[in-house]
C-alpha cells in the first residue's frame, strides 16, 4: 500500500519569513495531493491540492509543488502569519483511498 | 449547504461497552470514508463507501470494527467490545462522485475509553 512520510514534524518561523514542508510517496499510481490545515480540535481543512499532471501550483500565498519521478511533494508558504500556525498533512491519493503524513506542527512567532 | 456532521462529539465508554458514531455526510455525496486520529498523528483510513457499497474496509484494526451505510447516506461506525486503544478522533469525510477528489472532513468524534 501507499506509505507517505513527512518531515520536519515541527518548524517554527518568524513571523513574515517563509515555511516549507516536504513529503514523499511511495506509490506510482497515486494521482492526486491535498494538503489540509488541522487546528487544534478542529477538523481538517483542505487548503491546497496538486493533480499529478501538474508540477506546480499556487493560491495567493501558498504554492504546493510535484516532482513524480521522485516521488516528492512540497508546501510552500510565503510571508506567513500567527494565523497560519497549526498542524499541517500531506496526503497522496490512488483511486479513492487518502494516505496522511505524519504532520507537521508549524508554529509563526509573531 | 450544511458540511458534514457527526454525532456524539464526544463519548465516554467503559471498557468493554460498544458504541455507535453517526456520520450525515453532505446531501448527494456519493463517497463517504470513515478514518482513526490518535492524538499528534494524522487521520488513518479505516472504510470507504460508493453509495451503500462498502469497497475498502482495510484500514479497519479488528472484527470488533463495523461500518454500514445501508441507504447510501448516513453512515455508523460501529465499535465493539471497546478497548483503550480504541480511544482516538473518528473523522467521517465525504465527497461527490467517483470522479472528484475534495473530501470535505466532518468535525470528528472524539472517544475515550476507560
Known amino acids: 500500500g501507499e506509505n507517505v512520510e513527512q518531515h520536519p514534524s515541527t518548524l517554527s518561523v518568524q513571523e513574515g519569513d517563509s515555511a516549507v514542508i516536504k513529503c514523499t510517496y511511495s506509490?506510482?499510481?497515486?494521482?492526486?495531493f491535498p494538503w489540509y490545515k488541522q487546528e487544534l480540535g478542529k477538523r481538517p481543512q483542505l487548503i491546497i491540492d496538486?493533480?499529478?499532471?501538474?508540477g506546480e501550483k499556487k493560491d495567493q500565498r501558498i504554492a504546493v509543488t510535484l516532482n513524480k519521478t521522485a516521488k516528492h511533494f512540497s508546501l510552500h508558504i510565503t510571508e506567513t502569519q500567527p494565523e497560519d500556525s497549526a498542524v499541517y498533512f500531506c496526503?497522496?491519493?490512488?483511486?479513492?483511498?487518502?494516505?496522511f503524513g505524519i504532520g507537521t506542527k508549524l508554529q509563526v512567532i509573531p | 449547504g450544511a458540511g458534514v456532521s457527526q454525532s456524539p462529539r464526544y463519548k465516554v465508554a467503559k471498557r468493554g461497552q460498544d458504541v455507535a458514531l453517526r456520520c450525515d455526510p453532505i446531501?448527494?455525496?456519493?463517497?463517504l470514508f470513515w478514518y482513526q486520529q490518535a492524538l499528534g498523528q494524522g487521520p488513518e483510513f479505516l472504510t470507504y463507501?460508493?453509495?451503500?457499497?462498502?469497497?475498502?474496509k482495510s484500514g479497519l484494526p479488528s472484527d470488533r470494527f463495523f461500518a454500514e451505510r445501508p441507504e447510501g447516506s448516513v453512515s455508523t461506525l460501529k465499535i465493539q467490545r471497546t478497548q483503550q486503544e480504541d480511544s482516538a478522533v473518528y473523522l467521517c469525510?465525504?465527497?461527490?462522485?467517483?470522479?472528484?477528489?475534495?473530501?470535505?472532513f466532518g468535525p470528528g468524534t472524539r472517544l475515550t475509553v476507560l
Open positions: 469525510a465525504s465527497s461527490g462522485t467517483s470522479g472528484v477528489n475534495e473530501q470535505f
Open positions: 506509490d506510482s499510481a497515486s494521482n492526486y
Open positions: 496538486i493533480r499529478s499532471n501538474v
Open positions: 496526503a497522496a491519493k490512488g483511486y479513492q483511498k487518502v494516505t
Open positions: 446531501s448527494g455525496h456519493v463517497s
Open positions: 463507501f460508493q453509495n451503500e457499497a462498502q469497497l475498502d
